[in-house]
């Protein structure tokens, strides 16, 4: 059973350009929702984190929009540098699951 | 920034050899996990641990993998009779709380069994 949906499993952007990626949840008890950014060789870094009481949330160049009744939650990375090229993790947590749940994850490359 | 630490970052072992994986969560942190990446997939969970004691496992964390806070800075893990299929990277994460907070992850620790 698939609880974390992610889409694309992989996108190319150009530099400056809007990254997008998606995710959907099943379970409505979940009530934290993290990114996490991985490099080659590295582990998950925590990037940015939402919780249901908000619906966007952002920090510099990276905005969670996060849509409760749709249980959708995305990531956009405005003005997209090739030092973003990494693997980007939509995860959930919940105050009665200890665990992060983490999706299939995304390819990200920006190019030039 | 305090960060989790891990060694070794690289393992080689003979299937059926036991190994020991290690981390040093952040420092007022309690709460302490486990996590498997095969390559080119997603993160799992295998273990959650606290108050010395486990607090949740899942289906991977079988009689063959085992947990331990030896000391009030490391955490260990594991792993009895070594598979080939228990190939792939560790992370080690922690957390000042429990459900619904922030967890940490260290660079792992790749490990190879051969």
């Known amino acids: ?38 490099f080659p060789g590295k582990g998950p870094a925590l990037l940015i984190a939402i919780r249901p009481d908000v ?17 959708q939650f995305s990531l956009h990375i405005m003005d997209s540098q090739p ?30 | 920034e305090p960060e989790v630490t891990q060694t070794p970052s690289h393992q080689v072992t003979q299937m059926g050899q036991e190994v020991i994986l290690r981390c040093v969560p952040i420092s007022n942190h309690l709460y302490f996990y486990w996590y498997r990446q095969i390559l080119g997939q997603k993160v799992e969970f295998l273990v959650s641990f606290y108050n010395n004691e486990i607090s949740e496992k899942s289906e991977i964390f079988d009689d063959q993998f085992s947990v331990e806070r030896p000391d009030g800075s490391n955490f260990t893990l594991k792993i009895r009779s070594t598979k080939l299929e228990d190939s792939a990277m560790y992370f080690c994460a922690s957390s000042a709380g429990g459900g619904g907070q922030p967890q940490h992850f260290g660079d792992g620790t790749r490990l190879s069994i051969l």
Do not use: H, M
Not at chain 1, 5 to 12: D, E, G, T, V
Not at chain 1, 56 to 70: L, P, Q, V
Not at chain 1, 83 to 107: E, H, L, N, R
């Open chain 1, 83 to 112: 030092g973003d090229s990494a693997t980007y993790f939509c995860a959930v947590q919940g105050t009665s699951y200890d665990k992060v749940i983490f999706g299939p994850g995304t390819s990200l490359s920006v190019i030039p």
């Open chain 1, 1 to 38: 059973q698939q609880q974390v949906k992610q889409s694309p499993q992989s996108l190319i952007v150009q530099k400056g350009g809007i990254s997008i990626i998606n995710c959907a949840y099943e379970n409505t008890a979940f009530d934290y929702f993290p990114w996490y950014q991985q």
């Open chain 1, 55 to 71: 619906s966007e949330k952002k920090e510099g160049r990276f905005t969670i929009s996060f849509n409760k009744s749709a249980k």
